[in-house]
C-alpha cells in the first residue's frame, strides 16, 4: 500500500504521494501502482514525486471537464507520451495546432455518420468474412490467440475504410505488429520524459525496428496511391486530397503520418477493447447469455448488416460498460501553458497533468460498485444520473476522438457476426492480468476456443 500526505490547498485538499513510496512500485507494476493511487486518491487531485518529474493527477468527472474542455487552450498534448508518441504519427492528427486542426477537418468526412452509414453494407460483408476465416483456423487449430484474432478482424475492416483494399491482408498484418510492437515500447519514455532521447532506453531498439516496418508498408502505398489516385472516401485519398495548415498539399510523409495515428486508435486500441470484451463476458455468463439472446432475436442466422445495428441496443450497453471497466487508454497528459487553479488547488505553469480514463471509471463516488461489470448501467437514461465526463473512452473536448461511431458499428457488427456462429470460450478460472503500455492491454497472450452454436 502506499503513503500519502494530505495538504490543504484552499477549498480543495492535494494528496501527495513520495518518491520512496510510489517508484518502486511503479517500476514493478506500474497499472497497480497507478490503480492503488487512484483509490487513496480517491477523487482529490494527487501530486506523484517522481524525482525531476512531479506531475498532478486528476480523476474527478469535474476536474478532468476542466483541463479538457472548459479551460482546454491551456492545457495542450505536450511532453511525457506525446514526445515518444510524436516519433511514430507525427505532428497532425495526433498533435496540437494548425497542422492537427487542418489533418481533423481533412479526416472528418471519412468519420462521418453519413459516410460510414454508406459503408456499412461493406463493413458488413468485410467482418462476415473475416469471421469465416476464423472459423476455418478454429477448425483446424485447438486454441487461438484472441488478442490476435480481434486484430486480424478489425484489420479487414481498416483495410476498406482507410486503405480502400490497397494493403495486402499480409501487409496489414505486418503494420499491426509493427504498431503494436511500437506502442509497447514507449512505457519506459512515458514514466521517464526528462531523459534526453540520446540516452538509450528499454524499447528504443525495438521501436526503431517497427518504425522501419511501418515505413517500409506504407511508403510504396502511399506512393501509388498518388501516382494513381481514385478519388474515393477512404483515408488515403482524403489525406492526398487534403492540405496542411499552409495550403499545400500534404507530403507523402504527413499522409503516413496521420495514417499511422489513426491506424493506432483504429486498430491497436479496438483489437484491445474486442479482447477485453471477450474477458469480461467470461466473468459474467449471464450477460453473455442475454447477449445471445438479443443476436438471436436481431440478427437469428442471417449476416449482421445495416438493419441490425440500431436494433443491438444491449449489445451497444455491453461494449460500453466493457469500454468503462477496461479503458483502453489508461493515461492522458497535458502540460499547463500558464498557472491556473483547478479546484482550489494550483497549477503552475509547465506542469504535467495527467487525467486518467481508466481511474476516472473506477470511481466510487461515480460509479457504484465500480469493479463489478455491469452493462445496466447504460441502459436508456441512465447517462442523466452522471456526470457528462464520468464516461470517456474516446476522450472528450476538441481531441475527442473522430472514429468513436466507427468502432462502436464496426465492434457491434464484429460481436454479431461472432455469436450468431460461435460462443466464444475464455477460462474464467485463469485471471488476465492487465498490463500499461500505451494501451492497457492484458499481460499475456489470452486464449480461446469457439464453439459452434
Same mark, same amino acid.
Given at each position: 500500500?502506499?503513503?500519502?500526505?494530505?495538504?490543504?490547498?484552499?477549498?480543495?485538499?492535494?494528496?501527495?504521494?513520495?518518491?520512496?513510496?510510489?517508484?518502486?512500485?511503479?517500476?514493478?507494476?506500474?497499472?497497480?501502482?497507478?490503480?492503488?493511487?487512484?483509490?487513496?486518491?480517491?477523487?482529490?487531485?494527487?501530486?506523484?514525486?517522481?524525482?525531476?518529474?512531479?506531475?498532478? &493527477?486528476?480523476?474527478?468527472?469535474?476536474?478532468?471537464?476542466?483541463?479538457?474542455?472548459?479551460?482546454?487552450?491551456? =492545457?495542450?498534448?505536450?511532453?511525457?507520451?506525446?514526445?515518444?508518441?510524436?516519433?511514430?504519427?507525427?505532428?497532425?492528427?495526433?498533435?496540437?495546432?494548425?497542422?492537427?486542426?487542418?489533418? /481533423?477537418?481533412? *479526416?472528418?468526412?471519412?468519420?462521418?455518420?453519413? #459516410?460510414?452509414?454508406?459503408?456499412?453494407?461493406?463493413?458488413?460483408?468485410?467482418?462476415?468474412?473475416?469471421? $469465416?476465416? @476464423?472459423?476455418?483456423?478454429?477448425?483446424?487449430?485447438?486454441?487461438?490467440?484472441?488478442?490476435?484474432?480481434?486484430?486480424?478482424?478489425?484489420?479487414?475492416?481498416?483495410?476498406?475504410?482507410?486503405?480502400?483494399?490497397?494493403?495486402?491482408?499480409?501487409?496489414?498484418?505486418?503494420?499491426?505488429?509493427?504498431?503494436?510492437?511500437?506502442?509497447?515500447?514507449?512505457?519506459?519514455?512515458?514514466?521517464?520524459?526528462?531523459? %534526453?532521447?540520446?540516452? %538509450?532506453?528499454?524499447?528504443?531498439? $525495438?521501436?526503431?525496428?517497427?518504425?522501419?516496418?511501418?515505413?517500409?508498408? *506504407?511508403?510504396?502505398?502511399?506512393?501509388?496511391?498518388?501516382?494513381?489516385?481514385?478519388?474515393?472516401?477512404?483515408?488515403?485519398?482524403?489525406?492526398?486530397?487534403?492540405?496542411?495548415?499552409?495550403?499545400?498539399?500534404?507530403?507523402?510523409?504527413?499522409?503516413?503520418?496521420?495514417?499511422?495515428?489513426?491506424?493506432?486508435?483504429?486498430? +491497436?486500441?479496438?483489437?484491445?477493447?474486442?479482447?477485453?470484451?471477450?474477458?469480461?463476458?467470461?466473468?459474467?455468463?449471464?450477460?453473455?447469455?442475454?447477449?445471445?439472446?438479443?443476436?438471436?432475436?436481431?440478427?437469428?442466422?442471417?449476416?449482421?448488416?445495416?438493419?441490425?445495428?440500431?436494433?443491438?441496443?444491449?449489445?451497444?450497453?455491453? @461494449?460500453? +460498460?466493457?469500454?468503462?471497466?477496461?479503458?483502453?487508454?489508461?493515461?492522458?497528459? /497535458?502540460?499547463?501553458?500558464?498557472?491556473?487553479?483547478?479546484?482550489?488547488?494550483?497549477?503552475?505553469?509547465?506542469?504535467?497533468?495527467?487525467?486518467?480514463? =481508466?481511474?476516472?471509471?473506477? &470511481?466510487?463516488?461515480?460509479?457504484?460498485?465500480? *469493479?463489478?461489470?455491469?452493462?445496466?448501467?447504460?441502459?436508456?437514461?441512465?447517462?442523466?444520473?452522471?456526470?457528462?465526463?464520468?464516461?470517456?473512452?474516446?476522450?472528450?473536448?476538441? #481531441?475527442?476522438?473522430?472514429?468513436?461511431?466507427?468502432?462502436?458499428?464496426?465492434?457491434?457488427?464484429?460481436? $454479431?457476426?461472432?455469436?450468431?456462429?460461435?460462443?466464444?470460450?475464455?477460462?474464467?478460472?485463469?485471471?488476465?492480468?492487465?498490463?500499461?503500455?500505451?494501451?492497457?492491454?492484458? $499481460?499475456?497472450?489470452?486464449?480461446?476456443? @469457439?464453439?459452434?452454436?
Amino acid at each position: 500500500m502506499l503513503d500519502s500526505t494530505e495538504i490543504p490547498a484552499r477549498e480543495s485538499r492535494l494528496v501527495t504521494f513520495p518518491f520512496h513510496r510510489i517508484v518502486p512500485r511503479l517500476l514493478r507494476d506500474p497499472l497497480a501502482a497507478f490503480e492503488d493511487i487512484g483509490r487513496r486518491a480517491d477523487g482529490s487531485i494527487a501530486r506523484l514525486d517522481l524525482g525531476p518529474f512531479r506531475p498532478y &493527477l486528476v480523476t474527478r468527472p469535474e476536474h478532468v471537464q476542466h483541463v479538457l474542455r472548459d479551460n482546454a487552450a491551456n =492545457y495542450p498534448r505536450r511532453g511525457m507520451m506525446w514526445e515518444p508518441f510524436s516519433r511514430l504519427v507525427g505532428d497532425g492528427i495526433a498533435g496540437e495546432g494548425e497542422a492537427w486542426a487542418a489533418s /481533423r477537418a481533412t *479526416l472528418q468526412p471519412a468519420f462521418a455518420g453519413r #459516410h460510414i452509414t454508406a459503408l456499412l453494407d461493406e463493413m458488413a460483408a468485410t467482418v462476415d468474412e473475416a469471421v $469465416a476465416d @476464423l472459423a476455418g483456423r478454429a477448425a483446424r487449430q485447438q486454441t487461438l490467440d484472441l488478442g490476435l484474432e480481434m486484430t486480424r478482424i478489425v484489420q479487414r475492416v481498416l483495410n476498406l475504410v482507410f486503405f480502400g483494399g490497397r494493403i495486402r491482408l499480409e501487409d496489414a498484418d505486418r503494420l499491426g505488429t509493427a504498431v503494436s510492437t511500437a506502442m509497447m515500447s514507449f512505457l519506459w519514455r512515458m514514466m521517464m520524459p526528462f531523459v %534526453p532521447l540520446t540516452v %538509450p532506453m528499454p524499447g528504443d531498439r $525495438a521501436f526503431r525496428r517497427s518504425t522501419r516496418t511501418v515505413e517500409e508498408i *506504407l511508403g510504396p502505398i502511399v506512393a501509388e496511391a498518388r501516382r494513381s489516385p481514385t478519388g474515393g472516401g477512404d483515408v488515403v485519398s482524403l489525406l492526398l486530397r487534403g492540405t496542411g495548415a499552409d495550403g499545400a498539399p500534404l507530403s507523402d510523409r504527413q499522409v503516413r503520418d496521420d495514417i499511422v495515428g489513426l491506424w493506432v486508435a483504429g486498430s +491497436e486500441s479496438t483489437a484491445v477493447a474486442l479482447t477485453w470484451l471477450w474477458v469480461n463476458l467470461a466473468a459474467r455468463p449471464d450477460v453473455a447469455d442475454r447477449l445471445y439472446r438479443e443476436i438471436d432475436e436481431v440478427v437469428g442466422t442471417d449476416a449482421p448488416g445495416r438493419d441490425h445495428v440500431r436494433q443491438l441496443r444491449y449489445t451497444t450497453m455491453v @461494449l460500453n +460498460e466493457s469500454l468503462r471497466i477496461h479503458s483502453v487508454g489508461w493515461v492522458v497528459p /497535458r502540460t499547463s501553458a500558464a498557472e491556473d487553479v483547478i479546484d482550489g488547488v494550483p497549477m503552475p505553469a509547465g506542469a504535467t497533468v495527467l487525467v486518467s480514463p =481508466y481511474l476516472t471509471h473506477r &470511481l466510487p463516488a461515480v460509479w457504484e460498485d465500480p *469493479l463489478t461489470f455491469d452493462p445496466e448501467r447504460f441502459a436508456p437514461g441512465r447517462a442523466r444520473e452522471r456526470h457528462p465526463l464520468a464516461h470517456l473512452p474516446f476522450g472528450a473536448g476538441v #481531441h475527442e476522438c473522430l472514429g468513436q461511431h466507427f468502432f462502436m458499428v464496426e465492434a457491434a457488427l464484429i460481436v $454479431a457476426a461472432v455469436l450468431r456462429r460461435f460462443r466464444p470460450v475464455v477460462d474464467p478460472a485463469v485471471p488476465v492480468r492487465a498490463q500499461a503500455s500505451l494501451t492497457v492491454r492484458p $499481460a499475456r497472450p489470452v486464449s480461446f476456443t @469457439l464453439r459452434p452454436r
